[in-house]
């Protein structure tokens, strides 16, 4: 039984770091990566309109905003908004459908070998034939066959078929994983050498939008050391991923975050909490560090 009168005598990060790894252990491996858009190979149902537009049609909710769908998709969040009949000023309620128009150049009928790419599926419609559904996604009958491994030209009402793979282009603001650290623009002015720094994310992930530097940290020495890596961040989304820069040994780390910093608990210039395995990673020794981020809200 855990000896109550021990955990007394710990200091208050010891204990913070105690709740962090019991919460990685129960809690964490549970709960699935909010944004299905973080990974490769995901099937999207999409459809044909007028004049050869392709759409996906997204079912809102909180854990995909539309800045995250602009974002994948690459496309502006006022057109999102327009075409949706969306008014930007009021609150989405879940449920609602959310039209992404496809950009038909980055449709192909070969599966990408190293992009990140996602899998369009389109339900057949009453009377529709393979050779109708070719003509409207620009492909073959033989090519719409060899997707989906079938030997003869027959399709049922109803029945979900391949029709391509998408290939999202990703912009100049996020990073995926790759063999070797991107260095940033931000950063290239002072970094000559890539290093490469492990994830424990074994799937893509995109780190977005906003920037900080000079962020002043914190870790704890004297807690076990874990293979997870792991923050506490106010400022991003729970179960997002968190690009964390040191700049004097010039390395990056990618780790998830799983919660806020507990209130009055430590020194309020302190900004983000990590785990010891982030801190031996980036090459930080002192319990008090600074280094630069990237995340998502």
């Known amino acids: 039984m855990f000896d109550v009168f021990l955990l007394k005598s710990w200091t208050v990060e010891s204990k913070v770091t105690l709740f962090l790894v019991i919460l990685i252990t129960n809690i964490l491996p549970a709960q699935n990566s909010s944004n299905r858009f973080f990974y490769t190979g995901v099937e999207i149902e999409v459809d044909n309109l007028p004049e050869n537009n392709v759409f996906y049609s997204h079912v809102y909710d909180n854990s995909v905003t539309i800045y995250s769908l602009a974002e994948v998709f690459q496309v502006s969040k006022d057109v999102l908004?327009?075409?949706?009949?969306?008014?930007?000023?009021?609150?989405?309620?879940?449920?609602?459908?959310?039209?992404?128009?496809?950009?038909?150049?980055?449709?192909?009928?070969?599966?990408?070998?190293?992009?990140?790419?996602?899998?369009?599926?389109?339900?057949?419609?009453?009377?529709?034939?393979?050779?109708?559904?070719?003509?409207?996604?620009?492909?073959?009958?033989?090519?719409?066959?060899?997707?989906?491994?079938?030997?003869?030209?027959?399709?049922?009402?109803?029945?979900?078929?391949?029709?391509?793979?998408?290939?999202?282009?990703?912009?100049?603001?996020?990073?995926?994983?790759?063999?070797?650290?991107?260095?940033?623009?931000?950063?290239?002015?002072?970094?000559?050498?890539?290093?490469?720094?492990?994830?424990?994310?074994?799937?893509?992930?995109?780190?977005?939008?906003?920037?900080?530097?000079?962020?002043?940290?914190?870790?704890?020495?004297?807690?076990?050391?874990?293979?997870?890596?792991?923050?506490?961040?106010?400022?991003?989304?729970?179960?997002?991923?968190?690009?964390?820069?040191?700049p004097m040994v010039r390395r990056h780390i990618k780790a998830k975050v799983i919660g806020k910093i507990p209130q009055n608990t430590y020194n309020s210039d302190v900004s983000i909490i990590i785990s010891p395995s982030i801190a031996k990673g980036l090459g930080i020794f002192d319990t008090r560090f600074k280094v630069n981020i990237k995340y998502e809200k």
């Open 81 to 246: 908004f327009r075409e949706s009949n969306i008014d930007p000023n009021k609150p989405i309620h879940a449920g609602k459908i959310v039209k992404v128009r496809l950009d038909n150049k980055r449709i192909t009928v070969t599966k990408p070998r190293s992009e990140k790419y996602f899998v369009l599926i389109y339900r057949v419609k009453p009377s529709e034939t393979l050779y109708s559904i070719s003509k409207k996604f620009k492909n073959s009958v033989n090519a719409i066959q060899v997707l989906n491994n079938k030997t003869t030209s027959s399709v049922q009402a109803g029945e979900a078929i391949k029709v391509g793979y998408y290939l999202p282009l990703l912009n100049t603001n996020t990073t995926t994983k790759t063999p070797k650290k991107t260095i940033e623009k931000s950063e290239e002015k002072n970094s000559k050498t890539d290093v490469d720094i492990k994830s424990t994310d074994p799937e893509d992930v995109t780190i977005t939008k906003y920037y900080l530097s000079d962020v002043i940290g914190f870790y704890d020495k004297t807690a076990a050391e874990s293979a997870n890596y792991f923050v506490l961040f106010d400022d991003a989304r729970p179960g997002s991923m968190i690009d964390i820069y040191n």
